[in-house]
């Protein structure tokens, strides 16, 4: 069944077809399959439904408002100038400062989605006017943003610490390390990128300058506030950070800076809504497309097929590696974890991994999937909210993904990357 | 066959270790095999329950209090202090009580679903950051409850603010303080760490978690009797495993949760201190009835003669 | 991704009366749309206000905004189909021949709108069985069926307008992304996606 299900999935993604159809037609396939006929489909239905249920998933409509209130506005302007102001004189700094904020907020926010928005929306003109590529500015906002999956607060490794018997703490700290140092290979290619192309660079600021652009930041200065002040000092959740976003970029935009009428509110709220459903009703297909391969047991049959118990360790945690980096190319990243890691569970015990490590090799796996294409959330996203055809916005990933994997090779090699913090914090 | 059989925990807390020894039984005694799929694996608790009911599952375990969307007599175990906490005696009442045996097993056939077994998962713990000693203590603490209007109500009752939150925020809200407070049995507090997030452990006394295991009947009548006599036996082989195996468990469970953390302090509260608690639970005992009616009514005192009965 | 200029309500491809009710039609599931937004923002920020100022959450902010998500993408749906705004891969397609690309489309629109069709049949089916068993909102207390109520219309819309983009097709000599949105590449921002 499974063979059948991923080829019709190709061929018709391929064909053009609407994103959604290859989701739905693959669920439905193996709905068909597993239950002789149509008989079951309300199911399917049932977990469309259950694919857009999650709380946590009402940041990402919030933060796409927010976000394009402060675009359309001057609040993203202004912050933008004042960052341009200290590094647009440096050679690829804009593009170094974008992945910077790329990982802060989605450290923040833990929303991938919502920091391709967030940061993108108003970033991405500025890139694009500084003399970047269009495909190395989206391939950077995707890849970058998924570095919030291994910068605390994450999801995924709540998820994982609940499933593995794990403490979250620990892991929390172990994907500190390889989080920054994604983002500083990031910023190397970045700078390489910058020199080889040759982008501009802008004349130095002087203190005066910098000055003016900080008097005019004051007032937006205020987001990062909300979002990091509110975050980490418990008055805000990240979808409450997202909605108090929105209140504060109305009354700049509306009240105090005067750029945008309420029918400009009016007509974002809905551009909103459209981004919104576009992303939705794929995480829902592919909701009910996840529910069938776990159903029908996939992954188990996979595994006990090519015998995982008569590997040593790095064997193990290649395969583990190859399986959460394949099932997140097609499948959500929360579902992936929840199937896999008790398949994988009794080896890691066997072999005395140390389950910290593995959690955060399979965090990483999981950002990764999430960028790559075919499938992957932040993808759709990018191409919602930019308005780019799906092949530009992945043209540029490949260099993106090789830093992704070799860190991820090497931490298999190196497992101090992870743990070296964690065992300075924990005393082990 | 292959039967598929969906549950609320992961396979290495209490509803799966009792799934685990129930598919043990089943095919040592039968040609039949059990999938089994934990938590999330095929959607949430409410998604399981659907899936069970359409007959796509023949077996789930969801807690009462989730069925409460469903069956609302089934909120009755949520009334603060109606069961004891006594493991003995709630094991003796969950096996003969006739509001459980006879009355739920009707309200769930309802449903279209055969109620095989109601079996408890241990005492339920506040766990916070600041220490509880009475009601005034959680006054201005924001007490994370599932999404279940009689919870809130008891929370309310006891002096907290309520506030009902998805599980997958709770973690990161106590981290971050938006929560101050949860409630849960205490091999929860250790396997999904929460205890890394709070500092303190409260036993008042005031709930015993409940959950229950269920066919699809359509699937159930269709077996032959053989059959359902290997379900359950199996079941019934099941339960007395999980009782057994919960004696002692909460308090393995807390001396791995003082050896990761030391400075966690535990509390049982004495009749004096939750003499506020209990006071507050006829509150919330009114309101049940209000919300269930006079269906709600005679389960509840049929569960309070059932409770005197089995008691020693 | 300001992107008013392309959100402008497009007036119905068909012709007289069914035309008219056509574009009521988009007009209302953009007027969801927008407000469906807005409510979100407001429910989850008074939830926070709430909280703060008066020490009491909004015990049914979840539900309210779980209800609206569902609104959102479901009245979502047909809107982005109607301004072919769905996405796609559309690289292999692109270097076919004109011919080809018109046939690809018309099979493309078809079989997404059978695809749509049917699931907004078992939407029904769904939302009558739920119906049946009587499961409501924890926190609200309303019934589950009346909010899934916007699932199978979304689906039956989104068909509708696939439906209608193979008909445009099958009879203009241009090829259609939508009923009024021509394939291809406008000034230097793509609507392709
Ligand atoms: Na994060
Ligand atoms: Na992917």
């Not at chain 1, 995924?156 to 979250?168: A, D, E, K, L, R």
């Not at chain 2, 598919?23 to 409410?46: C, R, W, Y």
């Not at chain 2, 359950?232 to 195996?245: C, E, G």
Request: hydrophobic share 50%; proline share 5%.
């Amino acid at each position: 069944m499974a063979t059948i299900v991923f080829l019709s999935m190709i061929v018709l993604l391929l064909l053009g077809f609407p994103m959604m159809v290859p989701l739905i037609v693959g669920a439905t396939i193996g709905f068909f399959m597993m239950f002789n006929g149509f008989g079951q489909m309300e199911t399917m239905v049932q977990q469309m439904m259950a694919g857009i249920r999650p709380a946590s998933l009402i940041a990402v409509p919030m933060f796409i408002f927010a976000a394009d209130i402060m675009t359309r506005g001057q609040s993203a302007g202004r912050l933008i100038n004042l960052v341009m102001s200290f590094v647009g004189h440096v050679k690829g700094g804009l593009a170094v400062s974008t992945a910077a904020a790329c990982t802060m907020f989605g450290a923040v926010s833990g929303s991938t989605q919502a920091t391709v928005v967030a940061i993108g929306s108003p970033l991405r003109p500025r890139m694009l006017k500084a003399g970047y590529k269009d495909s190395f500015v989206l391939a950077l906002i995707v890849n970058s943003s998924d570095i919030a999956f291994l910068i605390p607060p994450s999801i995924g490794m709540i998820i994982y610490g609940v499933v593995s018997n794990t403490s979250i703490a620990e892991l929390f700290i172990a994907g500190i390390g390889p989080g920054l140092l994604i983002l500083l290979l990031f910023s190397i290619y970045s700078y390489i990128y910058a020199v080889r192309n040759n982008v501009p660079t802008e004349e130095k600021a002087t203190w005066g300058e910098r000055l003016t652009s900080l008097r005019q930041a004051i007032w937006p200065m205020g987001f990062p506030l909300i979002i990091i002040g509110g975050i980490y000092g418990g008055i805000f959740s990240p979808t409450e950070a997202a909605a108090a976003c929105v209140l504060y970029a109305l009354v700049l935009e509306v009240l105090i800076f005067r750029t945008m009428s309420l029918q400009n509110v009016y007509d974002t709220a809905k551009s909103t809504g459209l981004i919104t459903a576009v992303v939705f009703i794929l995480v829902g297909a592919g909701a009910a497309f996840s529910w069938v391969i776990s159903f029908a047991q996939v992954p188990q049959e996979i595994l006990s097929a090519i015998g995982i118990t008569e590997m040593g360790r790095i064997g193990v945690l290649f395969v583990i590696s190859i399986a959460f980096f394949v099932g997140c190319m097609f499948v959500d990243p929360i579902v992936v974890i929840l199937v896999l890691v008790p398949v994988f569970a009794p080896v890691v015990q066997s072999l005395g991994l140390d389950p910290v490590l593995v959690g955060t090799i399979i965090t990483l796996q999981v950002a990764i999937g999430s960028a790559t294409p075919p499938f992957g959330c932040d993808i759709f996203t990018a191409i919602a909210v930019f308005k780019r055809p799906y092949m530009e916005v992945i043209r540029g990933t490949p260099p993106f993904i090789f830093i992704l994997l070799s860190v991820a090779v090497s931490m298999i090699f190196f497992p101090q990357i992870a743990l070296f913090l964690r065992d300075l914090v924990f005393a082990k | 066959d292959t039967w598929r059989y969906a549950f609320e925990e992961a396979l290495t807390e209490v509803q799966g270790v009792y799934a685990q020894k129930f598919k043990e039984e089943v095919e040592a005694n039968s040609d039949h095999e059990i999938q089994l799929f934990p938590f999330g694996t095929l959607g949430e608790s409410a998604d399981i329950m659907e899936q069970a009911q359409a007959g796509i599952l023949q077996f789930v375990n969801q807690s009462p209090g989730f069925t409460g969307a469903l069956i609302p007599e089934a909120q009755v175990f949520f009334v603060p202090y109606l069961l004891p906490t006594d493991q003995e005696h709630l094991a003796r009442f969950y096996k003969q009580s006739k509001a459980i045996n006879e009355d739920f097993q009707d309200l769930y056939a309802n449903q279209g679903l055969e109620l095989l077994k109601m079996y408890p998962e241990g005492e339920v713990a506040m766990t916070t950051k600041e220490p509880v000693k009475t009601c005034e203590d959680l006054n201005e603490v924001k007490f994370r409850v599932m999404t279940n209007p009689l919870l809130v109500e008891s929370y309310k009752a006891f002096g907290a603010t309520p506030t009902p939150l998805p599980w997958g925020e709770v973690y990161g809200g106590l981290q971050t303080n938006i929560i101050q407070g949860q409630e849960n049995p205490t091999f929860f507090l250790y396997s999904t760490k929460i205890y890394e997030v709070t500092d303190h452990i409260t036993y008042t006394g005031h709930n015993n978690f409940t959950t229950a295991i269920m066919a699809n009947k359509n699937f159930y009548d269709g077996l032959s009797e053989e059959d359902q006599k290997v379900i359950q036996d199996a079941a019934a082989v099941a339960y007395d495993h999980i009782v057994t195996y919960q004696k002692g468990l909460a308090e393995q469970e807390l001396a791995k949760i003082k050896e990761a953390k030391p400075e966690m302090t535990v509390t049982v509260l004495s009749e004096e201190e939750r003499q506020c608690f209990v006071d507050a639970a006829a509150e919330v005992e009114a309101k049940f009835i209000e919300m269930t009616g006079d269906s709600g009514k005679a389960i509840l005192e049929q569960m309070k003669a059932d409770l005197a009965a089995t008691a020693e | 991704m300001s992107d008013e200029h392309d959100l402008q309500e497009l007036d119905s491809a068909l012709p007289g009366f069914l035309g008219v009710i056509d574009t009521v039609i988009g007009r209302v599931e953009s007027f969801l749309l927008a407000v469906g937004v807005l409510l979100m923002a407001l429910n989850t920020s008074a939830n926070v206000l709430g909280r703060f100022a008066f020490g009491n959450s909004i015990f049914f902010a979840e539900e309210l905004n779980r209800i609206l998500i569902i609104l959102i993408t479901f009245a979502g749906i047909s809107y982005a189909a109607r301004h072919g705004r769905h996405i796609r891969m559309s690289a292999i397609y692109d270097a076919m021949p004109p011919k080809l690309r018109r046939v690809l489309m018309i099979a493309i629109t078809l079989i997404t709108a059978v695809l749509m069709f049917g699931l907004c049949y078992y939407a029904i089916n769904y939302i009558g069985t739920q119906a049946s068993r009587g499961r409501v909102l924890p926190s609200l207390q309303i019934p589950v069926w009346i909010i899934l109520v916007w699932v199978p219309v979304g689906f039956f819309m989104t068909g509708m307008q696939y439906l209608l983009t193979a008909i445009k097709n099958m009879t203009s000599k241009d090829i259609y992304l939508s009923t009024a949105v021509l394939e291809g590449y406008d000034s230097d921002e793509e609507t392709e996606v």
